[in-house]
């Protein structure tokens, strides 16, 4: 282990911090509190992966011995764990807030989320935790955790987000939920097979859709409503 990626560990609380001074400075006193309890959240999210992870192991499911295991555990076991602690968190704990007017705010939540969630696995993983960092370069691993993560809160929370516009929560909201794990799945997919090149491409066509639904979040005028 480089000493770099320890450097790392403190960047998503770095990063979370700026995000909380911005917005502090420009929005209510209870949307830089809400800030702060997504970010702590965030990080609680954590436990929900190490269920997954204690389950595959009593399992064996984390012995990634074949193509099978390798999918099942990028999808499964880290995937779907990862994003439905996002899931619970934003859907029903941080959306629902009447201090949330706009689909930007609910992004902006949802990258808190990321940070806290981010800050917690990168300990996780940098300290060997999960038994899994010898399977992939760990410093690339350290430095593209964090944007990953915030690209599949900016894709899940687009989609929770317009089920509360549209008023069809349930398939929306699960839409969120299934397409952010999709993602995440491939770009662990991507990092235990080491084919750096589809996880090039991957990020790039990640970004311009993370691009595209922000922009879309960001001029539209439709609030979110409280329930």
Do not use: W
């Not at 060997?128 to 960092?133: A, D, G, R, T, V």
């Not at 909201?173 to 084919?195: E, K, P, Q, R, Y």
């Amino acid at each position: 282990m480089r000493p770099v990626s320890y450097l790392m560990l403190g960047s998503a609380p770095l990063l979370a911090f700026f995000l909380y001074l911005y917005f502090k400075r420009h929005y209510t006193r209870e949307f830089s509190r809400l800030l702060f309890q997504s970010y702590i959240a965030g990080g609680a999210g954590v436990l929900l992966l190490l269920v997954f992870e204690f389950f595959s192991i009593k399992l064996g499911l984390s012995n990634l011995r074949s193509l099978n295991r390798i999918i099942f555990y990028s999808f499964i076991t880290v995937g779907i764990s990862s994003e439905l602690g996002k899931f619970i968190i934003l859907r029903y704990f941080i959306i629902p807030k009447n201090k949330i007017t706009r689909p930007i705010d609910a992004i902006a939540l949802s990258i808190m989320i990321s940070l806290g969630f981010s800050s917690i696995a990168l300990i996780l993983f940098i300290f060997n935790i999960l038994n899994i960092q010898s399977l992939f370069p760990a410093t690339l691993y350290a430095f593209v955790l964090i944007p990953a993560n915030i690209m599949f809160s900016v894709i899940m929370v687009f989609f929770i987000g317009m089920a509360k516009i549209l008023k069809t929560r349930v398939v929306f909201s699960l839409t969120g939920l299934f397409v952010a794990a999709f993602f995440h799945g491939i770009f662990n997919f991507c990092m235990l097979t080491s084919d750096f090149k589809l996880l090039s491409l991957f990020s790039f066509g990640s970004t311009i859709i993370v691009l595209v639904l922000g922009l879309k979040a960001a001029f539209s005028s439709p609030e979110l409503s409280e329930q």
